[in-house]
């Protein structure tokens, strides 16, 4: 299957997404989905259908659309700056009309022409997308919900406009002024509030630098970015981001990746230390090895998660979906019934009038269509800046009733590298000499535990050693100070690795090293308890280490798996769920990616292996354990969000609609209350912009 994204124009509400998602749907091969918020849909098709057949696919269904590229800028059918004319210019007109209107003892003889000349403009030129919109859909023999505003205020201003002529009859100009400008109102503001829905992700797009400072035979050379290969090694100043994913070969500073990661203070890096495409370096100027480019690094990768997760739909919005397609056509029906109804009870025809108009004008669709996508689209954005990735909308929904958080315990509660926890010398022996001789044996070894002592020493400087030989599986030993210093595996000591020093035939001290527990992994695990969610520690160690560890951070030795193959992880996971337990697994490993696949939700360690990203449902960016109970809590005030933009639409259009056709809502007080429903949606989607702070 191959998979295209189409940057869509022309849809007006969420009965256009849903005609296109149909006209897309009925090709062999194809399964699409439209988002209206972001105005783009997402196909998976077979390699038969071209990009040209899903073009012309949205084309026959009355709208346009364009493949969208690395380079596409989003195109909005009607240019905010355009609208706001509009609106401008029809606002001010609009007031004397309203005021003469309303207010009889404004009115003098022949005020009507005047009306009649101040409403023209307002309905042809301002109300002119909504009428284009209408007639476009009428071609390909569809209604819209610019339909039903199109006719509402031309059938307004048409009888007022014949009631002039006649020199007989009410006017209803006020109410298509009025409307116009409420509904070019509303338009605005949800326009404006859509771009700052996407204002997250838009600005993780925005941290790719676009272009660097390469060296090319010792001379600095400034390419394109897309001209910088694997290898290529370029120089980054204080100030500037870093191109891409590479490693430090020279140089040292700090390099800000808060808007990647979330993490707020600035990482120290030297030679040697990998760096990300797009953080920000404070302070030093350093040389960097280019690693991965384009498509392959972090930064880009992130930002089609993001982008991913956005086009995508969560399953509570089909209902809305299946409504909104249905709705046009319902609400024209209810207004035709209702100058009926009005006619044949024997009531005058401008109250019939005035109760059908207020019926094609308070229903909004628009509300239903946005209540879902928006509230995904901030709610994703802003896990992006705290460092989480939702891959799929669906995964809001199976937050609900996890009570149960499996952490996998090396890289995931631990930093997953050997390091130096004691040193224990014997009577009349020296700690810091111990360590120094130890250190200058195990310079010369690759083992983990070498490294780890030799960073304990620091940056003392460590004697010369001599006659180095290394037994496998034993240790190592040499001369050192003229002693021959040997350092063999000694018993495990309280789930610690422990090695003996000795010299002179006798033990001068044990060094104790463990997988040091990262800082913030009590904290998240307090956290978890008190959201009311059972944490167990699942790792393939022994029960010794395994329960220290979880005794340090807080878990219950009860809740400890210990000695599970790297097979049996989903099992256990499996376990759990065959007890009932709702599952959320947390792991960095390619041994925990079936287990991420088959708990409800899988969460990957954004430092641990591609295998582990690619299973999870969620990327934790950070190594930060406290992004866990973080991603539960936004997971699950997103779905809120959206259950109370759904809660609002279908009601507000429950309760409006037999109103307007009972004669109880006056066609511009219906007009408002449109406008204001949709702008509603949106800006309480777009409090989880706060979430966190």
Known sequence: MSTTDLDLRGMSCASCAARIERGLNELDGVRATVNFAVERAHVEHDSVVSADDLVRAVESAGYHASVVSDHTHHHEDVPESQLRWRLAGSAVLAVPVVALSMVMAWQFAGWQWLVFALTTPIVVWGGFPFHRAALQSARHGASTMDTLVSLGTLAAYLWSALAVLRGSGHVYFEVAAAVTVFLLAGRYAESRAKRSAGAALRALLDLGAKDAAVLRDGEEVRLPLAELHVGDVFVVRPGERVATDGVVVDGASALDTSAMTGEPTPVDVTDGDDVLGGALNTYGRVLVRAVKVGADTQLARMAQLVADAQNGKASVQRLADRVSAVFVPAVLVLAALTLAGWLVAGQPAAAAFTAAVAVLIIACPCALGLATPTAILVGTGR??????????????????????????????????????????????????VVLARAAAVEAASEHPVAAAIVAAAGDRVLPPVTNFANDPGTGVLGDVDGVTVSITKAQECDGRTSVEVRWDNRVRGVIRLADDVKPTSAQAISQLRQMGIRPLLLTGDSATVAQRVAAEVGIDAADVIAGVLPTGKADAVKALQAEGARVAMVGDGVNDSVALATADIGMAMGTGTDAAIEAGDVTLVRGDLRTVPTALRLSARTLRTIRMNLVWAFGYNVAALPLAALGLLNPMIAGAAMACSSVLVVANSLRLRRFGR
């Open 383 to 432: 896990g992006a800046q705290l460092g989480i990735l939702i891959k799929d909308p669906r995964v809001l929904e199976t937050v609900v009733g996890i009570d149960t958080v499996v952490l996998d315990k090396t890289g995931t509660v631990t930093t997953g590298v050997m390091a130096v926890d004691a040193v224990e010398p014997a009577p009349g022996d020296d700690a810091d």
